[in-house]
């Protein structure tokens, strides 16, 4: 069964800091790998994505995240975190052979400390 | 703003009441997912829709139905409520069938007393 892990339910950091929020999925084929935001309220903007290719990707509002296949890992990245950025962030995996779903993680609550 | 848009934002009814949510997609995507998220299942894959025709199935209950009208616009409506039928129920569009990527709407609160 496909399953994606987020094993952060919550990450405080502050502002100004690093931040790396982790993802390990599980998967029986090749994946598509997303992340998403969603502030309080709010529905679910896309970040960025990875389907092939280059391994690091780009993401909006100064986000990154790098696909590691030997890890079944997409962590997410960020040099320098806004107060602007507290949100729930999800990781959302796909494929072609398990049909057009995604299957979401849990989500990690993210506090920005000032 | 995604271009996916959702009505109502909320919605509050009573068990064993029938409701139903609309959505539409953004210009040109011919893809509709619905997902329902709550506290205790998190964000779960309910039903899709391509060009008018169902797709793919997820955890939908029987209770629940869906449709994409010609214009592309899709219905998800849900009978029978039940308490546990309470949940943030989003609509997500994409271009194609594939697995590219879905922008989400809004969302619809649906609260069942």
């Not at chain 1, 992340?35 to 896309?46: D, E």
């Amino acid at each position: 069964a496909q399953s994606v892990t987020q094993p952060d339910i919550h990450i405080t950091v502050s502002e100004g800091a690093s931040l790396e929020l982790r993802c390990n999925y599980s998967y029986g084929a090749t994946p598509y790998l997303f992340w998403y935001v969603q502030s309080p309220g709010q529905g679910l903007q896309l970040l960025l994505k990875y389907f092939s290719g280059d391994t690091l990707v780009q993401g909006i509002k100064g986000f990154e995240a790098e696909f590691k296949r030997s890890q079944s890992s997409f962590n997410l990245r960020k040099p320098s975190v806004h107060w602007s950025d507290a949100a729930e962030y999800f990781c959302a995996v796909g494929a072609r052979e398990y049909g057009n779903k995604l299957v979401f993680g849990a989500g990690t609550i993210l506090r920005v400390k000032s | 703003d995604s271009g996916v848009t959702q009505t109502p934002k909320h919605l509050i009814t009573a068990t064993g009441q029938r409701v139903t949510l609309r959505c539409s997609p953004r210009s040109g995507d011919l893809s509709v997912y619905w997902y329902q998220q709550s506290l205790d299942q998190g964000l779960q894959f309910l039903i899709q829709y391509y060009n008018g025709e169902e797709r793919a199935k997820g955890n939908i209950l029987e209770r629940f139905s869906a449709q994409q009208f010609p214009d592309l616009h899709s219905e998800l409506n849900l009978s029978s409520l039940e308490l546990g039928d309470s949940a943030l129920y989003f609509c997500a569009s994409s271009v194609q069938g594939g697995s590219y990527e879905q922008y989400f709407g809004p969302g619809t609160r649906l609260t069942v007393t």
